[in-house]
């Protein structure tokens, strides 16, 4: 086992270490700098989604706006609530805004990560499309590269649908244990079996449970969020003007000064909101859209709330409060959130977090585990193997609720998101050139007046796209 470890902790160092966020960075520039800033050109349109008016004419079918609320469902999670608070613990208040930096670089990317997926999806029955970079790198580079589609979907199972599932039982079960005084053995089992209940329903039911309990967790929390904002609306002005200084050096908050802010700032934004990790464009590929930029922008969206909104709130939460001290070594995580709120409210509300965190960690589980879903179905074709992987996902967010200890195991999960993220940002390097052309196309159906542009199938005869699969209905 140690082994193992050492291995794994040698791949997290090559991935997450040195290469991965420069990288990550460098790339979302570039595609930022290509498209022509493409995600402040199309900012607009990304709320269209949240009209019933753009939903799909089938309500059997995933709409856009569901693919949406299950992948903000997926990346809002402990990374908002204990990750904003450890990067400002360690990189002080300026890494704040170098999550928002990186998040407004992470918006183009994402839309052409989840484009690229949209464009190379298959129609897999009657309702229901599958999709997201190992089919991108499978139809769009050819059959040379399924090896690499494979090593891709083996990385999402054990980081996502193993690893991350462990971790968020374990979240859930420890902040019932603290707040409520709930026995990990009864919140972990009530865990399992909900999400038992939702997964074996497969995307279709967490599709429409995520049309549920994301927007109450989003907005109850932003609510909260908001009253403390508003309580200390004096106070906000000196700490956006912290938020600067520390970004930039003109303070220094802790130890680093602004390298320690950059570095803090970039890796648990990049970790929040996922962007250019080859997660999201799962989720992405199972809508019924008209035009796969449409389901970009949608992404992009999911990008903006995550970062732009729900971590600034907890990050204003935090530093509008008197609990964090810079600089000083103490509490950190959901810690630091959890006692801030508090400071602001008074006791009830860990209450009210401890909730906030069970709908946070559940969305992440299903979301996680339709990843590994996905992933499966390209690793094999026999419908036992999807049976195995739900009942070995349910018995391991019991296990990591259950025995805390046990998460240790999945030692894996970090070194594994590192890989898949490297084979992803590779693909979709090899595919931009696909991606700036669905682009022009977008773009020039707009310039011609067509207020929502649709995919013509014929346009794209050389690639490798299932034409069953953007046969659109009409409205």
């Not at 709409?63 to 990346?75: F, I």
């Not at 908002?80 to 002080?92: K, M, Q, R, S």
């Not at 600034?312 to 964090?324: K, P």
Request: overall charge negative; proline content about 3%.
């Amino acid at each position: 086992m140690g082994f193992l470890e050492l291995i794994f902790g040698k791949i997290g160092d090559l991935t997450w270490g040195w290469s991965l966020i420069p990288i990550l960075v460098v790339f979302g520039v570039f595609i930022t700098i290509t498209t022509g800033f493409v995600q402040f050109q199309f900012f607009g349109r990304m709320f269209r989604v949240l009209s019933n008016k753009n939903e799909t004419a089938d309500p059997n079918k995933i709409s856009a706006r569901e693919a949406l609320l299950v992948s903000v469902g997926g990346r809002v999670g402990g990374g908002n609530i204990a990750g904003v608070a450890v990067a400002i613990t360690l990189g002080g208040p300026g890494a704040v805004f170098w999550m928002w930096a990186i998040a407004l670089i992470g918006m183009a990317t994402s839309l052409v990560e989840c484009s690229i997926a949209q464009l190379f999806k298959r129609k897999t029955g009657e309702n229901e499309y599958r999709g997201g970079p190992a089919r991108s790198i499978i139809h769009g580079l050819g059959e040379d590269y399924r090896w690499l589609a494979i090593v891709y979907a083996i990385c999402l199972i054990a980081a996502f649908g193993f690893g991350f599932n462990a971790f968020q039982g374990n979240t859930v079960a420890g902040a019932v244990q603290d707040s409520m005084g709930i026995d990990r053995l009864y919140s972990g089992a009530a865990l399992a079996a909900i999400a038992g209940v939702i997964i074996f329903g497969g995307i279709h039911r967490i599709a429409k449970a995520a049309d549920i309990v994301v927007p109450v967790m989003a907005i109850g929390y932003l609510a909260m969020a908001l009253i403390v904002i508003l309580l200390n609306i004096t106070s906000l002005p000196g700490v956006l003007y912290d938020i600067i200084a520390n970004a930039f050096g003109f303070e220094e908050a802790v130890g680093g000064g602004m390298g320690a802010a950059i570095a803090q700032g970039m890796r648990r934004g990049l970790f929040s909101n996922e962007a250019g990790l080859g997660s999201a464009p799962n989720v992405a590929a199972t809508a019924e859209v008209r035009h796969p930029i449409s389901q970009g922008i949608t992404q992009s969206f999911s990008v903006f709330i995550d970062t732009m909104v729900i971590c600034s709130c907890t990050a204003f939460v935090i530093l509008l409060g008197d609990v964090y001290v810079p600089g000083a070594e103490g509490i950190d995580g959901v810690v630091l959130t959890q006692q801030s709120m508090v400071s602001h409210l008074g006791g009830w509300v860990q209450y009210f977090l401890t909730f906030a965190i069970l709908l946070f960690s559940f969305s992440s589980i299903i979301y996680n585990y339709y990843l590994g879903e996905n992933a499966m179905t390209v690793l094999s074709k026999n419908p036992m193997s999807i049976l195995i992987l739900r009942l070995a996902i349910i018995g391991i967010v019991f296990l990591g609720a259950t025995a805390p200890a046990a998460t240790s195991v999945f030692f894996f999960s970090d070194p594994m998101m590192g890989v898949l993220a490297l084979v992803n940002l590779l693909a979709i390097m090899m595919l931009f050139p696909v991606a700036m052309r669905l682009l022009r196309d977008f773009r020039a159906q707009l310039k011609a007046g067509i207020e929502r542009p649709v995919l013509n199938p014929d346009d794209y005869a050389d690639l490798d796209i299932d034409r069953e699969a953007w046969k659109v209905p009409a409205e």
